[in-house]
């Protein structure tokens, strides 16, 4: 990353991947594909569809579906995941990831999120697949909650370390594991104890809000997302994380649009859209931790690397411009969306690709 020689207040860096991005699909795909794609060159693509992208071919079409939908000028590659069930074939998983459908598999425990109705419902049923992967050197990605009713909401990601992370890292240790959307102290601990295979993604939201959020003057659901978010601690744990300059912290959004009504009910679904301003985002908090000069590795070069991925060519824009988030953004298909930072000034602006 560079300061531009002809003005302070402008910084060029490397285009900048997204890890973590729920891309949905039909008439929200197409409402907000290109919010991802103009500011990311790569971005792993979660499989929570209805129904769920389990095989190569659905992998494939969903793939048609996302470029379809992403204006072409952008230059902009989505990266393929398969949804894992209790029933998932290690040939067809190694198949996918073989022939370059598959960047990665996605462990959904069940009933976890949205879409997670054919999740993992015990990890023994897989373990003929983590086998696989391990074999073959295929990144494993981890929703880190379980969904026992008996663990109160906060403590499911430090309970899923104890109960299931822990047991998959003893039996596989060769596997290749991202502990995606860390929002704990426990979490950070772990990635950062365990050895160069284990690595994590970090939303934009989780290192800005702590749980009191979504109560502040009333009932907030446009900040409730899944994994919740935690105690300031663990927000301050996680912005540690993200400047400290470890390779095994990188940028991941789990920007999840949903239709305002569908998040104002009585049974709001989980998930921020955060995609609009995301880069802007993380350079607020870089800045305010006093590390906007390592936010390249953290947002551009850490999760390449760990994938064994190349770096971007490309480089973007941000300049010390404040920028005033909408309240709204309405879409032509999907309706309207709330963005995180709704009604929020952010320091930075993105402006583009940088010149070649």
């Known amino acids: 990353m560079a300061a531009d020689p002809l003005s302070p207040d402008r910084l060029i860096l490397r285009r900048p991947d997204d890890w973590h991005v729920h891309l949905r699909d039909e008439a929200m795909l197409a409402g907000v594909a290109n919010f991802t794609a103009r500011q990311f060159a790569r971005a792993i693509v979660m499989p929570n569809l209805v129904p769920p992208v389990t095989d190569r071919a659905a992998a494939s079409a969903y793939r048609a579906r996302i470029m379809a ?47 997670a109705e054919h999740g993992v419902s015990d990890v023994s049923a897989i373990s003929a697949v983590l086998e696989r992967m391990q074999k073959i050197g295929m990144p494993l990605l981890l929703h880190g909650e379980v969904t026992d009713p ?49 690595a994590a993604t970090i939303t934009p939201h989780h290192l800005r809000i702590n749980r009191n959020a979504m109560f502040e003057g009333g009932i907030r659901p446009h900040f409730y997302c899944l994994p919740v978010a935690k105690r300031e601690r663990h927000r301050l744990a996680l912005r540690r994380a993200a400047i400290s300059g470890s390779p095994k912290f990188f940028l991941g959004t789990d920007s999840a649009p949903h239709e305002v009504g569908r998040k104002e009910s009585a049974c709001g679904c989980a998930g921020l859209f955060n995609a609009p301003f995301a880069i802007e985002s993380y350079a607020a908090t870089f800045e305010e931790e006093g590390a906007i000069d390592r936010l ?61």
């Not at 999907?334 to 009604?343: K, Q, R, T």
């Open 150 to 198: 008996s663990v109160d909401i906060f403590d499911r990601e430090a309970v899923f370390i104890d109960r299931i992370f822990s047991r998959i890292s003893a039996d596989f240790p060769g596997l290749k594991t991202v502990f995606e959307h860390i929002t704990t102290a426990d979490a950070v601990a772990f990635v950062e104890a365990s050895g160069p295979l284990v």
């Open 296 to 356: 390249e590795a953290f947002a551009a070069e850490h999760g390449p690397r760990f994938y064994g991925l190349p770096l971007s060519d490309e480089r973007i824009v941000l300049e010390r411009v404040p920028v005033t988030v909408p309240a709204i953004i309405a879409t032509p298909d999907a309706g309207n969306l709330v963005p995180f930072h709704a009604g929020d000034i952010l320091p930075w602006r993105f402006a583009g690709l940088a010149p070649a």
């Open 69 to 115: 939908a992403v204006d072409p000028g952008l230059g902009f590659t989505p990266l393929m995941t398969c949804y894992l069930t209790d029933h998932s074939d290690p040939d067809e998983v190694e198949r996918g990831f073989t022939e370059g459908v598959f960047a990665a598999a996605k462990l959904y425990p069940a009933h976890a999120t949205t879409n």
